[in-house]
């Protein structure tokens, strides 16, 4: 499975950003999907996923704010982000979860949020 993100960016604190994840040749809808985010010296963690049935979670740190959603006809997974603040800068992944691993990720996009 080969996924690829789009829609990072800089944008300034405040402000909104949606990332998209897709994969060409292979059929997303199997898989949970999530994203996920690395900051610089940090580990990598994980800030909103969706089952297959439409199950969501989030991290405490982007509840009220991001938005995870999955539109299986076009095989793709969503993360809009509003009211970004400078800790939610990181590398953003897009995961698909096979038999309880993340095992399929793409090659991640960078949001940068900076006045």
């Known amino acids: 499975v080969q996924l690829v993100e789009s829609g990072g960016g800089l944008v300034q604190p405040g402000g909104s950003l949606r990332l998209s994840c897709g994969a060409s040749?292979?059929?997303?809808?199997?898989?949970?999907l999530g994203w996920f985010r690395q900051a610089p010296g940090k580990q990598r963690e994980l800030v909103a996923s969706?089952?297959?049935?439409?199950?969501?979670r989030y991290a405490d740190s982007v509840k009220g704010r991001f938005t995870i959603s999955r539109d299986d006809a076009k095989n793709t997974v969503s993360l809009q982000m509003n009211n970004l603040v400078p800790e939610d800068t990181a590398v953003y992944y897009c995961?698909?979860?096979?038999?309880?691993?993340?095992?399929?990720w793409g090659q991640g996009t960078q949001v940068t949020v900076s006045s």
């Open positions: 995961s698909a979860k096979f038999i309880d691993q993340w095992k399929y």
């Open positions: 040749e292979s059929d997303l809808q199997i898989y949970t």
């Open positions: 969706i089952t297959i049935g439409g199950i969501l």
